[in-house]
């Protein structure tokens, strides 16, 4: 009698490992439906494929094993299974009381993965309601209804160019909010594309740097440069050549994660024009951590697939068409201004 084919998200930072553990999993006949480096990843994609089981490690990039479990068991109840050859570590331990089944360390992969996988993967789990907690706690936005908008932040790949100029355009100069810009555009036509939209539109447009303190980029347009990351780490922009995300790099998602993460209810994001998904998952945390998100849309889209699948997930609190995006922007700068 055949066993019931089981759907397994992993979450580990070495692609090495990752593959190894796909490898394991998929001759002993179950399905690997999504992988993941990064905790808000793994969050975002167990809300999103539901799979039967979460093979997790503890250290995760961003967001650790310890809050991406918090996370999943508050959103997302899944039974997870944890990567560490040191179960009685504190770090281990914290995890499995906040919700994980059970431990596997690398010496039983081999003969005891498949086997340990689908024992934990029948386990009944309970809602753990500390995710939600820790989020009623920071309590309601500030009088006025919008939160004071820190950093703005725009995606786009397909119809982006004309998007990009239209919002940018129509946003006064008093308006002295840093904006951060991934756009999908390749070398070598990605090379000139910053000073192109530097001569359509009335306020600089640069290429980011890493290591610039994004704070003192008020007024400013800083693009993702062509086939590199942009993400916050704390008051710094970085960029790398960590691997594409979506088969994009530059990855909206790649940014607007770390946005979620670093500036929170301060930000404002919104997903424009553009084929694929990119972006989506991203524009959630953003939503999640309490910024303002916006979507453009299917009207006024070149190609509605981004700003689609925002919608789809509930990521964006308002959608609206390329000619209301300034004004929202504007209006919610000026509430807290």
Known sequence: MNQVSLKVLIAEE???????????????????????????????????????????AVDLEGMNGLEATEQIMAFSPTPI???????????????????AVDCISSRDWENGLVRRVRLVSRVAVITHPRARLKRADLGPPPPGGLPRVRLICLGTSTGGPGALVEILSSLPPTLQVPILVVIHIQPPLGGGFAQWLASKVPRPVDYARSGQLWQECRGRVLLAPPDRHLRLAGPRLVLDD?????????????LFESVAQEVGSA???????????????????????????????????????????????????????????STLIQEACEVTS
Not at 276 to 296: F, V, Y
């Open 14 to 56: 070495s692609p090495a490992l990752r593959q190894k553990l796909a490898e394991i999993l998929n001759r002993g006949g179950i399905e690997v439906v999504g992988e993941a480096w990064q905790g808000r990843q793994v969050v975002e994609l167990c809300e999103q494929l539901r799979p039967d089981l979460v093979l997790m």
């Open 81 to 99: 299974l944890v990567l560490s050859d040191r179960p009685t570590h504190p770090n281990c331990q914290k995890v499995l009381a906040a919700g």
């Open 242 to 254: 960590q691997p594409p995300r979506h088969s994009c790099r530059p990855s909206v998602d790649v």
């Open 267 to 325: 930000a404002l994001a919104c997903l424009l024009t553009g084929m694929g998904r990119d972006g989506a998952a991203g524009l959630l945390a953003i939503h999640r951590a309490g910024g303002l998100t916006m979507a453009q849309d299917e009207a006024s889209s070149v190609v509605y697939g981004m700003p689609r699948e925002a919608v789809q997930l509930g990521a964006a609190q308002k959608v609206v068409p390329l000619q209301q995006v």
